[in-house]
Structures are given as structure tokens and as C-alpha cells.
């Protein structure tokens, strides 16, 4: 029996504690917030849990093997050092820490300890991107010419951290699951409106081989939006994760190049074809990915989402907030 113990029960800490609850082999031994509301909220849905204030308790407790921290970015650093000091492994949430340099000690530790790391990049566990990973490495698409994502909502402004580190960690872990290649450079530019924190943002990152991805990132949309595109030589796919069933399509559309003579001389055709919508595995992601976190410890296995995977995604929102700083001046990775 694995034994967990959780820090952090605010907005997403539940999910947390709720999957790691239904796993076999698994067992929350305690659960750990500052805040007396959230501690009550704690008792009244999962009765059988030991609560704890302190979050010593649980980091230096000889009855946790894993230490899930889900709070705020600013403290990741903190306590997963000390849950890697104290022998534990970390599951940790996205974005993994605040700066590179963290990331690197943490990940370095880890491997000091023999302990893993995993990095809480959800999305890479839902049906829909485990179907598009599938689709891409089948050469459905074909070479990929850019990657456009749209993630927008009126959302939960956070006072600790700019919608970039809030919202991009998600389209930057997927985008380095999917696409196999390093970003080499990143520009992004974005605005504050209230608390000197930007709320709207555009991250371009261009790599090897005439590949661009872009991520439009906004707290401050009137409507939600959470569409991917992705187009290839062969064939182009659209993402739109608000759709309850055709999550996923793809066409059978493209640009055909008959002849290069020259600029003036260049010939091509537009491909119109069919248009199929993939079947989408419907599981919850997060009981997928505490899942495999369990076994990856029992099998003593380092998870693809781990600290490597995380500092990537670090490195990436570094270079955007830098760039974003110098009003969209390129940043190399
Ligand atoms: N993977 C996802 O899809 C996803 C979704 C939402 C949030 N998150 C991430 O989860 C983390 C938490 O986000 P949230 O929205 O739940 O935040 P939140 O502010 O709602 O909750 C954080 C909780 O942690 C507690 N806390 C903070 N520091 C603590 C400490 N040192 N010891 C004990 N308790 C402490 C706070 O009291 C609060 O209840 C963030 O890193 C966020 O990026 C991930």
C-alpha cells in the first residue's frame, strides 16, 4: 500500500485527494492546509482523513511514501525539497517551480535520493491528446507546419503569477509531448491591466524545420475558448476540447505544391477532401495519471511527465516572461 499525503486543499487539491482516494493499492494518510476553511471543507467531504495545518506533519512523517503538492507555484520549490530530503517522491503541481534553477536542484536531488518526480501536466493524459499523439506518430498529418492554440475565458485572475505561467503550462507540456522537437527560441508579448500581472498574452515559439506554434493565452475573454489547430503536409486537425463528443476532427485539406520555378512561377492547388472525427477515449484524466504515477513508483520507473518534462516547460516560461519584458524580443531556449 502506497501512502500519500497531500498538501494543499484549495481549488484543485480536491481532484486530487477524490482520485488518489479511488486508487488500489493507494491511501491518503493525511491531508495538509493552512487554511481552517479549507481544513473544514476537508473533514466534511473525506471524514476518514487525517488533517494537518502544519505541513511538517506530513513531510517528515515515517508513515507517507509520497508527498502531493498542490499548492501555489511560489511554494512548490520549498516543499518538494523538503519532501525529497525526508525520502519521499513528489507529485507536484504544473507550472513545477518558479524558475529554472529550482527545477535543476529539485531534479537533481530527486536523482541523489532515487526518487521520482512527477510533474502534474494533466492534459497529456486526457483521451484527446492521447489520441492526437497516436495520430501524429502514425504520420497521419504528415510533417507539421504549425501548432495554434487558444486557451480564453473570463477566468480566475491569480494575484501570485502572470496568465502565461497560470495558463501556458498547459499548452507547452503538450506541445512538448506532441511535437519531439525543443523549441529553439520564443517571443511573447502581453498586457497588464489591474495588478501588474499580464492577463492577456501571445507566446510564439518557433522550431527546427520551419515548425511555429503560437498560444493565445487570456484571463479577460468574453467567451471560453479551448481550440488547438495543428497542420501538416498531408492532412490538418482541430482540437476543440469544449465539445462534448467530435472533440477531435480531422481534414483532409492542405496546399499542394505542383511546381517551384521561382516565385512567380509557383504553382499550387488546394486540397479539399473529407473530414473524419477520431473516436475519443472519455476517462478522467487526473485517475489516469495518479494511476500511473502509482505504478511508475511501484516499478520503479521514471514517468514521461517528470521533473525533466516539467523544468522544459519552466525553461519555455522563463524565456517567455523575458521576452515579454522586452516587448516580444526573441529569446533563444
Ligand atoms: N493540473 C491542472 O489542471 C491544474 C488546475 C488548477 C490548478 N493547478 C495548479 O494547482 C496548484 C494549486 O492551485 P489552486 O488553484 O488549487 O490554488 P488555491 O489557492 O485554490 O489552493 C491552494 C491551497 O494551498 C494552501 N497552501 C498554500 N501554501 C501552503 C503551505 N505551505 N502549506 C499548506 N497549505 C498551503 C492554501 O491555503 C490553499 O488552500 C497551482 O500550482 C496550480 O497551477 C493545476
Not at 506541445?175 to 522537437?181: A, G, I, R, T
Not at 475573454?221 to 476543440?240: A, D, F, Q, Y
Amino acid at each position: 500500500m502506497l501512502k500519500f499525503g497531500v498538501i494543499g486543499f484549495g481549488y484543485w487539491g480536491p481532484n486530487i485527494v477524490r482520485n488518489l482516494r479511488a486508487l488500489e493499492g493507494c491511501a491518503v494518510v493525511g491531508v495538509c492546509d493552512h487554511s481552517p476553511t479549507a481544513r473544514k471543507r476537508l473533514q466534511a467531504s473525506h471524514p476518514g482523513v487525517a488533517v494537518h495545518c502544519d505541513p511538517r506533519d506530513l513531510l517528515t512523517s515515517p508513515d507517507v511514501d509520497a508527498i502531493a503538492v498542490i499548492t501555489p507555484v511560489w511554494t512548490h520549490y520549498e516543499l518538494a525539497k523538503a519532501a525529497l530530503e525526508n525520502g519521499k517522491h513528489v507529485f507536484v503541481e504544473k507550472p513545477f517551480t518558479s524558475n529554472v534553477a529550482q527545477a535543476e536542484e529539485l531534479i537533481n536531488l530527486a536523482e541523489q535520493k532515487k526518487l521520482l518526480i512527477m510533474v502534474d501536466h494533466t492534459f497529456l493524459f486526457t483521451g484527446a491528446v492521447r489520441k492526437i499523439k497516436k495520430l501524429l506518430e502514425e504520420g497521419m498529418l504528415g510533417k507539421l507546419y504549425y501548432y495554434d492554440s487558444m486557451r480564453v475565458n473570463l477566468g480566475l485572475s491569480q494575484h501570485d503569477c502572470n496568465v502565461i505561467w497560470d495558463l501556458a503550462p498547459h499548452d507547452l507540456s503538450i506541445m512538448n509531448h506532441l511535437l519531439h522537437e525543443d523549441a529553439e527560441a520564443i517571443s511573447a508579448t502581453g498586457q497588464s491591466h489591474w495588478n501588474g500581472h499580464e492577463d492577456i498574452a501571445f507566446i510564439t515559439a518557433y522550431f527546427p524545420d520551419r515548425l511555429i506554434a503560437h498560444v493565445n493565452v487570456n484571463w479577460i475573454s468574453p467567451v471560453k475558448v479551448r481550440t488547438t489547430l495543428i497542420g501538416g503536409e498531408k492532412k490538418m486537425l482541430v482540437w476543440n476540447d469544449l465539445e462534448a463528443d467530435e472533440k477531435l476532427k480531422v481534414y483532409d485539406k492542405g496546399v499542394d505544391v505542383k511546381s517551384q520555378e521561382g516565385v512567380y512561377n509557383l504553382l499550387v492547388s488546394y486540397r479539399s477532401g473529407d473530414m473524419w472525427a477520431p473516436q475519443v477515449e472519455q476517462v478522467e484524466a487526473l485517475r489516469l495519471e495518479m494511476q500511473y504515477f502509482v505504478e511508475c513508483i511501484k516499478n520503479n520507473e521514471r514517468p514521461f511527465n517528470d521533473g525533466c518534462a516539467g523544468l522544459k516547460v519552466v525553461r519555455m516560461l522563463e524565456a517567455a516572461n523575458e521576452s515579454l519584458a522586452k516587448r516580444g524580443e526573441l529569446v533563444y531556449v
